[in-house]
């Protein structure tokens, strides 16, 4: 119980809005990036490196006044396939969810291919995403594979 308490004061809690967690430590950033989160108005706490018993470290975001449909938080999955959404009102847990790897992904990666079309003209990318374990896309315009490994979000 001790350490519990020790937790919640490292990220305060938010009133009403939206938790993200269980983020690999490493991928917070890219995550607040796909949300589009650095160009919010609103009260964002997150944290990095935190102790998990169940993955070691871990990351977390707190949005506060911010609810997001799933088709946007399901977006992280690419860089946090483990996270959980957490949607609080009132200092309450009203909803408690992990994300689900989307079919489609559009606008925030980058296609690996130097001579795709998107690359080379103002043309949102597109993929479709056939492997959900291993994480590959494949670019509607030029039918490469995007690994997870060489992922680059715009």
Known sequence: MENKKR???????????????HIP????????RILNLERSTEQ???????ES??????GIIKVSNRYFEAEELN???LVAPRATIIVIKDFQVIEKKRVEVPEKISK????VNPNCITNNE???TKFTVLDKDVINLQCK????ITAKDNMVFI
């Open 44 to 50: 964002i706490l997150f944290g990095t490196n935190l």
């Open 108 to 111: 925030f990666v980058k296609c």
């Open 7 to 21: 937790k919640e004061l490292q990220v305060s809690a938010i009133q009403n809005g939206t938790v993200i967690d």
């Open 141 to 144: 315009y030029c039918e490469k």
């Open 25 to 32: 430590a490493g991928s917070v950033f890219q995550a607040i």
């Open 75 to 77: 977006k992280i999955a």
């Open 53 to 58: 018993k169940k993955y070691g470290t871990k």
């Open 122 to 124: 103002s043309i949102i």
